[in-house]
């Protein structure tokens, strides 16, 4: 696979380590009153979809960004790669 | 039909033309007490198990494809129960007692052939953890012998003792250990369930499930509605996606898992061997091929087939090991679906939806759990209790913190 890196060009899925789906970009409220139930819910349950999925990758032999992956799972065709940062703040985070 | 050497024998004589199909085609009905959904090794010896175990024969298996055309025709065979763990070797260590009697409790010449499996050791720290999964396993009564360098030259000749970066020191041995053949095993408890009057069908596809006021009433197929009291499902590579239709959210993962075979070659390799410095595997097929494979590609997949730079560190993982493989040609290579879960241990458990039980998360060790998989998710649905040997894999160990992780990774599937 071609991981077409939005600063670098398209380089090597080798070169880089997966870590999962996107959604862990959104980490729950700690100080909620359900926070135990949602931090089970964030880190343990997925969707696990069969075909397009958004999921975090890591350039570990590269400039070391995080990466939003737009890939189908049942092709392994990547339709879009952003900045995990820009995704992040684009979500209301602080960075 | 019994098979036997005078059946042989008989059928030899007479031109082998009284052999019969295993099993029947029959058409659906509308309505069975029990749905298995997935025709893999474990939806087939769930059946099984339901009718032979507990006398429940109203049972019904759907598969999309064929029977076995899953994970079951494209794992590498091997059965072994060295685990560490309390919730897992119970459960492992009844799946090796029932392999151990398959043969004869089935009728059906499925090979299994204890030759071993070895966990090769390469310094200090790693003998220490294999002494000691070694201990723990002799302590639940599994067979557990740890190797020296010298026991293992003379058993295994072509492997490189003397590497510069990873010389072997040793091993963890299970003699009781070994390989099976995988297709056989399918169709072995396929034909014993279907002669106790389970209907086995096949190009039946579960589209959907009938829940109503949060109650299985049965499932929606490509072959028309089929009612069911209980439904059963084993899918495993499949689970989130099927699951996913009665619209629960799993603990796992889909991940590609890929292996390789090799052209036949003479017997050069006894039993099952695992590289402690590499991602790398390796036994021999009763054809001669040296079946071989490593680590998952490690992204999320339902793709059955994986990427060249995981084939090139398995075989550089075979090379370290055994430079001899380096002349071996491979002759196919592929890559099955694997539910991978959040600590690496399976789930046989009911859900929150009445009626409707669930067995996967198998990781890549689903083949050799499939005797006591079967058996213990019939106990489940038959008596609604789990059987004893599963008890640790609920559903909701990750919020009741009851986790089964034998590598200790945490919440992060594929590094299991």
New interface residues.
């Given amino acids: 696979m071609i991981i077409d890196h939005p600063l670098l060009g398209p380089r090597d899925a080798a070169e880089f380590v997966y870590l999962g789906d996107a959604g862990l970009i959104d980490r729950p409220d700690w100080q909620a009153g359900d926070a135990a139930r949602r931090f089970d819910d964030y880190l343990h349950l997925r969707d696990n979809p069969a075909g397009e999925h958004r999921e975090l990758w890591f350039h570990e032999q590269g400039d070391r960004s995080w990466l939003v992956v737009t890939r189908d799972t049942l092709t392994h065709e990547i339709v879009r790669v952003e900045l995990a940062r820009d995704v992040a703040l684009a979500r209301g985070r602080d960075r | 039909m019994r098979y036997s050497a005078l059946q042989i024998l008989r059928q030899g004589l007479t031109g082998n033309r009284g052999w019969k199909p295993l099993w029947r085609e029959p058409q659906p009905k509308q309505r069975y007490d029990i749905v298995v959904v997935g025709g893999g090794g474990h939806g087939v010896a769930t059946a099984y198990y339901l009718a032979k175990a507990h006398g429940l024969t109203d049972v019904a298996v759907l598969e999309k494809g064929w029977l076995g055309s899953g994970n079951a025709g494209r794992n590498t065979t091997i059965i072994r129960s060295n685990y560490l763990l309390p919730g897992n070797q119970a459960f492992y260590e009844f799946s090796m007692k029932l392999w151990e009697g398959l043969e004869r409790e089935l009728n059906y010449n499925a090979m299994v052939s204890q030759r071993g499996i070895v966990n090769l050791f390469h310094n200090d720290p790693q003998r220490d953890a294999a002494a000691r999964r070694g201990n723990a396993m002799a302590l639940a009564g599994i067979d557990a012998v740890l190797l020296d360098r010298e026991a293992l030259q003379r058993k295994f000749p072509v492997f490189d003792f003397d590497n510069e970066r990873f010389p072997i020191k040793g091993g963890l041995w299970q003699k009781r250990g070994g390989t099976a053949r995988h297709d056989a095993v399918v169709w072995g408890y396929a034909r014993g369930a279907d002669r106790r009057g389970v209907d086995l069908i096949q190009n039946c596809e579960v589209t959907g499930f009938d829940i109503r006021g949060g109650v299985c009433r049965g499932v929606e197929t490509t072959r028309g509605a089929i009612g069911a009291n209980r439904v059963a499902v084993c899918v495993a590579g499949?689970s989130?996606?099927v699951m996913?239709l009665a619209g629960l959210?799993?603990?796992?993962?889909?991940h590609v898992l890929q292996a390789c075979v090799t052209e036949g070659l003479k017997p050069v390799i006894d039993g099952a061997i695992t590289f402690g410095a590499g991602h790398f595997y390796v036994c021999q097929s009763d054809k001669g091929g040296i079946v071989f494979g490593g680590d998952l590609d490690?992204?999320?997949?339902?793709?059955q087939r994986g990427?060249l730079?995981t084939v090139e560190d398995v075989c550089e993982g075979g090379m370290a090991l055994m430079p001899a493989i380096g002349r071996a040609r491979v002759l196919r290579m592929w890559g099955g679906v694997v539910d991978m879960s959040?600590d690496g241990s399976p789930f046989i458990d009911g859900t929150p939806v009445d009626g409707l039980y669930f067995t996967g998360g198998w990781c890549y060790g689903g083949f050799k759990a499939i005797p006591a998989g079967g058996y213990c998710l019939a106990h489940l649905v038959a008596t609604g209790a789990p059987h004893p040997a599963a008890a640790a894999m609920r559903l909701d160990r990750?919020?009741t913190g009851a986790v089964i992780d034998e590598n200790g990774a945490g919440?992060?599937?594929?590094l299991h």
């Avoid at chain 2, 959210?249 to 889909?254: C, T």
């Avoid at chain 2, 919440?411 to 594929?414: F, R, V």
């Fill in positions: 499949s989130g996606r996913g959210r799993l603990p796992i993962e889909s490690g992204y999320n997949s339902y793709a990427n730079p959040m990750f919020a919440a992060q599937p594929n």
